[in-house]
């Protein structure tokens, strides 16, 4: 299992980066767009559609929505003073503050919702369209002064993200005593959130000294500790709705690692709220 993670890691941390820098910004829009599809087709059984064709429907409603609010955008600069955009960003903060208090409150907070397919699609869009419009933000920062600008942000994110991951794996089993939320997810400890807080701490550090990051310490410090904490968060959640559903992973297209709404769940919530933090608060 953890060579196979392994295997698969190594072999798609290239490919992701010669997405971010080498895709046009039509190219990275459709590659966003699958993997929202990809993520809205495992968000059905998760909102409590499991037949192949309800899936289908779900996959094909989000992809809708998502290119209807593409319309009169360009997409080699989408910028927040387009009202979709900032819309996006701005209730990603207001879901991710929403789903804090469901997972503390699980499972009480459940008898909310665990009965409400439509809530639990509503849910699901508020994860999904503010990641796909955070995504294409970040990508597309000062595109038509510097095309590789954006895609820099959008890998700062990211390695916070992996190093936080990677973090709390390590401290929490090496440390962790105290659980986390051991009524969502048994296995998560204040270690390891510790932990991973002062790994990507590291990464900031050393990314932020030679990567072409131009922004005010302070501000990079506060998007990116906020950031860290919600990537935390979005895992929480998707393991608080998995645990609802009965479902262990939320799909199998990437060996050793379960689905794509598995590897991304951290980034879903960490990458709108750094954009939305980084382009609209700061």
């Not at 294409?136 to 595109?143: A, D, E, K, V």
């Not at 890998?155 to 993200?161: A, I, T």
């Not at 922004?215 to 645990?243: H, W």
Request: proline share 5%; glycine share 8%; with cysteine.
């Amino acid at each position: 299992m953890l060579k196979s993670r392994i295997i698969t890691a190594l072999l798609l941390i290239p490919v992701v980066i010669a997405a971010l820098f080498f895709l046009s910004p039509l190219g990275f829009t459709l590659v966003t767009l699958t993997v929202c599809l990809l993520a809205a087709w495992e968000w059905g059984p998760l909102a409590g559609f499991t037949a192949r064709a309800e899936r289908i429907w779900v996959a094909i409603i989000f992809g809708a929505l998502l290119v209807l609010t593409l319309f009169g955008v360009p997409l080699h600069h989408p910028s927040t003073h387009y009202l979709q955009i900032a819309f996006s960003l701005w209730i990603s903060l207001f879901w991710w503050s929403a789903a804090l208090v469901l997972v503390l409150l699980y499972p009480t907070s459940a008898t909310l919702w665990r009965y409400s397919h439509v809530l639990r699609l509503i849910f699901g869009l508020l994860t999904i369209m503010p990641f796909f419009w955070g995504m294409l933000t970040l990508r597309q920062i000062n595109y038509d002064q510097n095309p590789f600008t954006g895609a820099w942000w959008l890998l700062y994110v990211m390695l916070l993200v992996w190093a936080a991951d990677s973090g709390a794996y390590t401290f929490g089993k090496l440390f962790g005593k105290h659980k986390l939320a051991p009524k969502v997810s048994p296995a998560k400890t204040w270690e390891g959130l510790v932990g991973g807080i002062i790994t990507s701490a590291a990464i900031s550090a050393v990314f932020g000294y030679f990567a072409p990051l131009q922004i005010a310490p302070l501000t990079l410090l506060i998007c990116s500790v906020v950031a860290v904490l919600a990537s935390a968060l979005g895992d929480l959640t998707e393991s608080m709705f998995k645990r609802e559903a009965g479902i262990k992973d939320s799909g199998n297209l990437i060996p050793g690692h379960g689905g794509i709404l598995d590897r991304i769940d951290s980034l879903t919530a960490a990458i709108p709220v750094f954009a939305c933090l980084l382009l609209l608060v700061f």
